[in-house]
């Protein structure tokens, strides 16, 4: 491998809802992370890769550092926290605005602990409609922490995403290819497709139900004719959570299924058949074996 070919890890940090998957779908060019306008959708870090001429970036999406409220939170916020330490670079999402609030403060206390270049990403400016403002935002943020870079970006409408790209390859080591060039992600299919489904549900359900809602993969399997049947539960808290899931004759069940299928078809370039159940697990948000089971396990950080 050539000596000007450059490799690292980059996490993408920031509060709930900031957008961080929309920016890292966009840097890597395809859909992997899931998007929603609910806070908190990223559970497990996202691995994903983009290759060009210059090196190869990999990237982890974490969750959203906040304040924990049940276990599962716990175990998002140690996630995220322990990602900033082994790491080459670090991309801090925030809102465009002046006002820092706790959250912000909370994630800066964090970041000064660590020697890691942190660049940060100032997102969705298309929504600011003086343009001036934004040296306002920039001038705010700049004093709370030590930053390598500062740069406004719509991951939405994909507004200087190709500056971040050049800032972070300015920062990252020279280095092995540590995957080939056409490997976009390392998450095994059947998270990925567990992943949409969960996706489409936040999408479409009622705010009170989305967090306490997991997504478990059965049956994973491949026809001779590359068709892929999949069968997955969601798992979900109350029983009356698992009414709306279903929803009146089956209807709301039905609309996240084909949602999903055409999602999961799309990223795998293959027909899919996907059969949904939905099951009822209380309080599994604070049962270590039900997080262990759903694919959250403490020991992995």
């Known amino acids: 491998m050539e000596q000007n070919f450059k ?8 509060r709930p809802n900031v957008g961080k998957s929309t920016l890292m779908n966009h840097l890597i060019g395809q859909k992997i992370a899931i998007t929603s306008d609910k806070p908190q959708t990223t559970r497990n870090r996202i691995q994903t890769v983009y290759t060009d001429e210059r090196g190869q970036i990999i990237f982890l999406d974490t969750p959203g550092i906040h304040k924990a409220k049940n276990k599962l939170g716990e ?6 926290e322990h990602t900033l330490k082994e790491v080459d670079v670090i991309l801090w999402l925030v809102e465009p605005t002046t006002f820092i609030g706790a959250g912000e403060r909370h994630i800066a206390e964090q970041l000064k602990k660590v020697k890691t270049p942190v660049i940060l990403v100032i997102n969705k400016i298309d929504t600011v409609k003086n343009k001036e403002d934004i040296l306002t935002f920039i001038a705010a943020y700049k004093d709370i922490c030590s930053f390598s870079e500062i740069i406004p970006v719509s991951a939405l409408k994909e507004i200087n995403v190709e500056d971040v790209k050049d800032s972070i ?4 080591p020279y280095g092995p290819q540590f995957y080939d060039e056409d490997t976009v992600t390392d998450q095994p299919m059947r998270q990925i497709a567990a992943e949409l489904i969960r996706e489409k549900a936040l999408r479409m359900l009622d705010d009170e139900i989305p967090h306490g809602i997991a997504v478990t993969i059965e049956r994973m399997t491949e026809r001779k004719n590359g068709m892929i049947d999949i069968e997955a539960t969601i798992v979900c808290e109350r029983d009356s959570h698992k009414g709306i899931i279903i929803g009146k004759g089956g209807s709301m069940l039905k609309k996240i299924g084909t949602s ?7 990223l795998m370039d293959t027909q899919v058949n996907l059969k949904l159940w939905v099951k009822v697990r209380k309080e599994w948000r604070d049962s270590d074996l039900y997080m262990k089971n759903y694919g959250y396990n403490p020991k992995d950080i």
């Open 7 to 14: 490799s690292g890890f980059v996490t993408l940090i920031g």
């Open 75 to 80: 175990y998002m916020v140690s996630v995220a």
């Open 169 to 172: 390859f300015k920062y990252l």
């Open 260 to 266: 999903a299928r055409m999602e999961i078809g799309n």
